[in-house]
């Protein structure tokens, strides 16, 4: 069975200490995960060393970066490299957020490099794509997303896309409220699925875990995950109050 995955964005969100009482009470629900399933929280960068920390003894608990930058090292004063995240035992990054490709102008040729450097340091990308409204009302969501995986992925050898994880995220429901129904959400996972595994092969595409992210919430995502090609969400706001992301784990495959 495909890893099945609830992924906390915390986004740029709590003070320190604020951080650790919400990781203190999501541990302390003790909830057990089977073989198949993680838990993985994106946090600011401050924060990677002390989340890391406290997970250390619970199984299948991982910590993520929310960024990373295409070189290796050198004179790029505020970034942090992959090679970093290595050094301080971070497994997992987010790549391609939405808000970065909206804020800071990320292409999908940058994102490719982002890949390329996190897979050669041993990181797993979590590889966001997806929509905006006048996309998805104009009814090219399809082709719009493939074009993220084919520049940003499709270099990648069977091996490595492998390691990758998938979060499709409509950015017309990130924030707003608005949830892609059961039938959307799978529809556009089940396209994204076919799209890999013309290029990989059907066994890899059906060893890839995809991620819903686009306003997961308590009383939703039983039922999105539910659908047979959603292996779990990747959680902005939910994924900062305690109980609701104890119940979205709770609702994972």
Request: proline share 2%; glycine share 6%.
């Amino acid at each position: 069975m495909r890893k099945q995955i609830a992924a906390a964005n915390w986004k740029m969100n709590l003070t320190y200490r604020q951080g650790e009482q919400l990781l203190d009470d999501i541990l302390n629900a003790k909830i057990s995960l089977k073989d198949q399933q993680l838990v993985v929280f994106a946090v600011p960068f401050p924060y990677l060393i002390m989340v890391n920390s406290e997970i250390a003894d619970a199984k299948n608990y991982f910590v993520a970066a929310q960024n990373c930058y295409t070189k290796k090292s050198g004179a790029y004063t505020g970034e942090v490299s992959a090679e970093m995240l290595q050094s301080i035992g971070i497994k997992f990054c987010v790549l391609g957020h939405s808000e970065r490709r909206e804020y800071f102008a990320e292409s999908n040729q940058m994102l490719a490099e982002k890949i390329n450097i996190c897979l050669a340091y041993d990181i797993a990308p979590i590889f966001c794509c997806g929509e905006p409204l006048s996309i998805r009302e104009s009814g090219t969501q399809n082709s719009y997303v493939e074009k993220q995986l084919k520049e940003s992925l499709f270099h990648l050898s069977t091996e490595q896309i492998r390691k990758i994880i998938i979060a499709y995220e409509p950015i017309w429901a990130i924030g707003t409220g608005k949830t892609a129904t059961t039938e959307q959400a799978q529809e556009m996972h089940s396209y994204l699925r076919s799209v890999l595994a013309k290029q990989f092969g059907d066994d890899v595409a059906d060893e890839l875990s995809i991620l819903y992210g686009g306003s997961v919430k308590a009383n939703n995502a039983k039922e999105l995950f539910s659908s047979p090609d959603v292996d779990g969400g990747l959680v902005g706001g939910a994924s900062l109050i305690a109980g609701d992301f104890i119940e979205i784990t709770r609702a994972l495959k």
